[in-house]
């Protein structure tokens, strides 16, 4: 059962994630402006993950771009990434910027927009479309940088470095575990 949750989480994610947005007026109604941009960050990811995940496109592109055709991005490898360093990292910044302080909702923010220029960058080095390319520049773009607008450095600076922090350590540490699977890789197949 759990491979069969490995493989399709996307399908999961989809749904939650419109049903995220058809409920969010109803959840969110007494919730400040803010509040709901960092909100929309859940499921606006989860649509985005669906343009990667669907027909396990990014999983067969990262193993085609940097593991040169070996399986280095598995299915359990994405759905953890997935689950817990997206909607995790994002459930608990939410938690934080409702009943602690509004500036810990960056953190969702700017993993959004970390992911976003990830994604951009692939673009202009390899000069193709990456999956999850186009919903990186019409969602996570304009709700990123919107969002970071709105809060406009009135919460603490130290929130600002925080969410950027996070968001590149999550990015780091992913692109790290994928170079040491390769080299693992590589040494296996010597």
């Not at 947005?21 to 400040?32: N, Q, V, Y």
């Not at 608990?92 to 994604?119: K, P, Q, R």
């Not at 600002?160 to 699977?181: D, E, K, N, P, T």
């Amino acid at each position: 059962m759990m491979n069969r949750i490995y493989s399709n989480w996307v399908y999961g994610g989809l749904l939650a994630g419109l049903l995220m947005l058809l409920l969010m007026p109803l959840l969110t109604l007494a919730w400040s402006t803010e509040l709901k941009l960092f909100y929309l960050t859940l499921p606006i990811y989860m649509l985005h993950q669906y343009e990667e995940w669907d027909g396990d496109r990014f999983r067969v592109f990262i193993n085609n771009h940097l593991g040169h055709g070996k399986n280095l991005l598995t299915h359990k490898a994405g759905f953890v990434i997935n689950i817990f360093g997206v909607w995790g990292v994002i459930a608990v910044s939410l938690y934080l910027a409702f009943y602690e302080d509004l500036g810990y909702g960056l953190i969702a923010t700017y993993l959004v927009l970390v992911n976003a220029i990830v994604h951009v960058l692939a673009g202009f080095v390899l000069r193709a479309y990456n999956p999850g390319l186009i919903t990186a520049l019409i969602l996570f773009m304009p709700l990123g940088i919107y969002t970071i607008y709105r809060v406009n450095f009135d919460s603490d600076r130290a929130f600002q470095y925080l969410g950027i922090a996070i968001a590149v350590l999550i990015h780091v540490s992913i692109m790290g575990y994928l170079l040491r699977r390769r080299k693992q890789l590589n040494t296996n197949a010597q």
